[in-house]
């Protein structure tokens, strides 16, 4: 038997299994699983239905406040005094018949899990509308203090509470005039221009508690700079200076592009392909990335295009009322790009359409500022329909676009000693921003805040010991950037309203520098010690270096050639150099015959030659089989004769 056991199971045949029948038993299993999640989703439906409408039912119940409120559910005609009266008996009596159980449960529908304790639902509606934590303050500390939020609230709603000057940071520039300030688009880094010619680069980022300048170049040479400003892409700088042509450096201060030079002694502005005169104010476009506009002494403002370095783009030539030639001390475009605007000396203001040709212009303004003073900087609001322009005659103006004839208002007795004197608008478009130059015997410069409605005097704000003269306030960074008379760069923040910036670097520790610790030996004279003791006696560097020079080992010298036998260890052999050579290969040299008869040596070779040639006789075998050689000439009157012509005697003609 048990040899027919293993048999069997030797003999096991493996178990069929039917594919169709269990895909029909799993697809029959999915289709019930996904009716009764089907079933069970309709069902949860119907009950938020149901308990929405009995939420709303309840709320209508408790807004109305009539005895009648059942009777106005009632869809027909309204039912008789008896009927409804003996129904709202019925109600009450089921009402009053019901347990308190059923009435709570009835009450609160919309809990779920055990019903809360009595204190914490009864202090439910408390804690729903109050954030306080604790015991609920006296109604009078509850008053004030709500008084105290809204009186914040009108605070910071102030223009005055917007101005981010709490904090201050000091850049040191040099010891002259900072005369150009500008921050790229993204507000990384600062750069900044003065009367000592040079531009210094600030990367805030990259910048610790030193507040050190990570580059400091010289673009104009000796001319000193008036305007910085950088592009709308951040990658590129304008830079105006003292002379007539304009610049572009990179973001390193590398040089991309110089203007060229007009003719100067063309009169005719539009016929020169440049500047003549020391250049005033220049700017970017703020829609097209590749136009910049300048502004002359020559009486002209220029555009230029950065990919054309030869010639500008368009020119303009403002004109007094008289119709002579206006020097532009000012120039801006509208935030949109669709006006050119310039100040001039003659104290107008005056606009050109982009779009159309610099002819005729837009607008025009004749008695903006006092005849013969330098309107200083000219600045668009944010939304562009004011223009803000700071005078030379101590005033700030400000113009409705849409109506140029009257300013809309002006703010006097603000001394101005530069040129270049800044003016602009808050982020917020509310308040107009502007520097003071030191008149004799004030001692502190100040930046005055101005409100753009009425331009009342909101702010003064005393900066440094010195004149201001540049001013910037980021939109992005909510920092104010101001440039000093005594070669200062401050920069103003607060640390809750302002970003990045100086935020970056002011929590950085100083950079600590690695000093190499040097001990100087002592030096002992002992003038009666013996010499094995002695120490020598310090000298100067130049001896000692003298010194060094002449020790071959120290300075490192080459080997000198040999002459003589030999020294130093080598020994003289001849033919080191090639002359030495040469005159030992003539010397040993075998004397050859040759060198005494050379026409003997050439002649013994004639006859092989003749037997067998290969050189010159098979040349002429065609055409000169036999030679043919020049005579000997026997007598020596006829070689005497003979010789170059410019020796002969010249035969004189009969």
Same mark, same amino acid.
């Given at each position: 038997?048990?040899?027919?056991?293993?048999?069997?199971?030797?003999?096991?045949? =493996?178990?069929?299994?039917?594919?169709?029948?269990?895909?029909?038993?799993?697809?029959?299993?999915?289709?019930?699983?996904?009716?009764?999640?089907?079933?069970?989703?309709?069902?949860?439906?119907?009950?938020?239905?149901?308990?929405?409408?009995? +939420?709303?039912?309840?709320?209508?119940?408790?807004?109305?406040?009539?005895?009648?409120?059942?009777?106005?559910?009632? $869809?027909?005609?309204?039912?008789?005094?008896?009927?409804?009266? +003996?129904?709202?008996?019925?109600?009450?009596?089921?009402?009053?018949?019901?347990?308190?159980?059923?009435?709570?449960?009835?009450?609160?529908?919309?809990?779920?899990?055990?019903?809360?304790?009595?204190?914490?639902? =009864?202090?439910?509606?408390?804690?729903?509308?109050?954030?306080?934590?604790?015991?609920?303050?006296?109604?009078?500390? !509850?008053?004030?203090?709500?008084?105290?939020?809204?009186?914040?609230?009108?605070?910071?709603?102030?223009?005055?509470? +917007?101005?981010?000057?709490?904090?201050?940071?000091?850049?040191?520039?040099?010891?002259?005039?900072?005369?150009?300030?500008?921050?790229?688009?993204?507000?990384?880094?600062?750069? =900044?221009?003065?009367?000592?010619?040079?531009?210094?680069?600030?990367?805030?980022?990259?910048?610790? /508690?030193?507040?050190?300048?990570?580059?400091?170049?010289?673009?104009?040479?000796?001319?000193?700079?008036?305007?910085?400003?950088?592009?709308?892409?951040?990658?590129?700088?304008? $830079?105006?200076?003292?002379?007539?042509? /304009?610049?572009?450096?990179?973001?390193?201060?590398?040089?991309?592009?110089?203007? $060229?030079?007009?003719? !100067?002694?063309?009169?005719?502005?539009?016929?020169?392909?440049?500047?003549?005169?020391?250049?005033?104010?220049?700017?970017?476009?703020?829609?097209?990335?590749?136009?910049?506009?300048?502004?002359?002494?020559d009486g002209s403002v220029r555009l230029w295009d950065i990919n054309n370095d030869k010639k500008h783009k368009n020119v303009i030539k403002p004109k007094t009322q008289q119709g002579r030639r206006a020097i532009p001390t000012a120039c801006t475009y509208s935030v949109d790009g669709?006006?050119?605007?310039? =100040?001039? !000396?003659?104290?107008?203001?005056?606009?050109?359409?982009?779009?159309?040709?610099?002819?005729?212009?837009?607008?025009?303004?004749?008695?903006?500022?006092?005849?013969?003073?330098?309107?200083?900087?000219?600045?668009?609001?944010?939304?562009? +329909?004011?223009?803000?322009?700071?005078?030379?005659?101590?005033?700030?103006?400000?113009?409705?676009?849409?109506?140029?004839?009257?300013?809309?208002?002006?703010?006097?007795?603000?001394f101005n000693l530069y040129p270049m004197t800044d003016c602009l608008f808050s982020p917020d478009d509310r308040l107009v921003v502007t520097g003071i130059s030191l008149r004799k015997g004030e001692d502190s410069g100040r930046l005055v805040f101005f409100d753009r409605d009425t331009l009342q005097r909101v702010r003064e704000m005393e900066v440094s010991h010195s004149h201001v003269v540049r001013c910037l306030w980021h939109p992005r960074l909510n920092q104010m950037v101001v440039g000093c008379g005594d070669g200062k760069v401050k920069l103003y923040y607060d640390p809750e309203k302002s970003h990045r910036g100086a935020n970056l670097f002011v929590v950085k520790t100083k950079a600590k520098v690695k000093q190499a610790q040097v001990m100087a030996s002592q030096h002992i004279i002992t003038p009666y010690a013996l010499p094995m003791f002695r120490q020598e006696r310090q000298k100067g560097t130049k001896k000692q270096e003298e010194k060094s020079r002449k020790d071959p080992v120290k300075s490192k010298r080459p080997d000198m050639p040999i002459t003589g036998p030999g020294m130093g260890g080598r020994v003289g052999t001849h033919g080191s150099t090639l002359s030495q050579y040469v005159a030992k290969q003539f010397a040993t040299r075998a004397p050859d015959d040759r060198d005494k008869d050379p026409r003997g040596s050439i002649l013994r070779h004639a006859k092989e030659a003749a037997e067998n040639p290969y050189w010159v006789d098979p040349a002429y075998k065609k055409t000169q089989p036999n030679a043919v050689f020049q005579e000997v000439k026997e007598d020596k009157e006829e070689e005497e004769d003979e010789g170059p012509v410019w020796k002969k005697p010249k035969m004189l003609q009969k």
């Open positions: 038997m048990s040899n027919q056991d293993t048999n069997t199971r030797g003999e096991k045949k =493996a178990q069929n299994f039917d594919f169709m029948a269990m895909f029909e038993e799993t697809r029959k299993t999915a289709v019930e699983r996904s009716h009764r999640t089907l079933e069970e989703r309709e069902a949860v439906y119907k009950e938020e239905v149901e308990d929405s409408s009995r +939420k709303t039912a309840r709320k209508q119940h408790l807004s109305s406040n009539n005895s009648d409120s059942d009777s106005d559910d009632l $869809v027909g005609p309204s039912l008789p005094l008896s009927i409804r009266n +003996k129904n709202t008996q019925n109600e009450l009596t089921h009402k009053s018949e019901k347990p308190k159980e059923t009435q709570s449960h009835d009450s609160d529908d919309d809990m779920i899990g055990p019903p809360l304790p009595p204190s914490f639902s =009864a202090g439910k509606n408390k804690m729903e509308t109050d954030d306080i934590i604790g015991p609920p303050l006296p109604p009078v500390l !509850q008053r004030g203090m709500d008084s105290d939020d809204e009186d914040e609230e009108e605070e910071e709603d102030t223009p005055e509470m +917007k101005i981010p000057a709490s904090h201050e940071v000091v850049l040191e520039h040099g010891v002259k005039t900072v005369s150009a300030l500008s921050l790229d688009p993204s507000g990384a880094r600062l750069v =900044a221009g003065g009367y000592d010619y040079d531009v210094k680069f600030w990367d805030f980022a990259g910048m610790d /508690a030193s507040l050190q300048s990570f580059r400091s170049i010289r673009p104009c040479e000796s001319h000193q700079i008036k305007c910085l400003q950088y592009s709308t892409t951040g990658d590129t700088i304008l $830079v105006i200076s003292g002379n007539s042509q /304009a610049k572009i450096i990179d973001r390193d201060g590398f040089e991309v592009l110089t203007c $060229v030079k007009g003719d !100067q002694y063309i009169v005719d502005m539009a016929n020169t392909k440049g500047h003549t005169a020391m250049l005033n104010s220049g700017c970017w476009h703020p829609k097209l990335k590749e136009e910049f506009m300048t502004c002359s002494n669709l006006y050119v605007a310039a =100040a001039c !000396q003659d104290g107008s203001i005056q606009l050109w359409d982009h779009r159309k040709h610099f002819v005729n212009v837009a607008m025009m303004n004749r008695t903006a500022h006092m005849n013969g003073t330098d309107t200083t900087c000219l600045c668009f609001s944010y939304d562009g +329909k004011v223009l803000a322009s700071r005078g030379g005659d101590d005033t700030l103006k400000l113009w409705d676009i849409r109506n140029f004839k009257k300013p809309l208002g002006v703010a006097e007795d603000l």
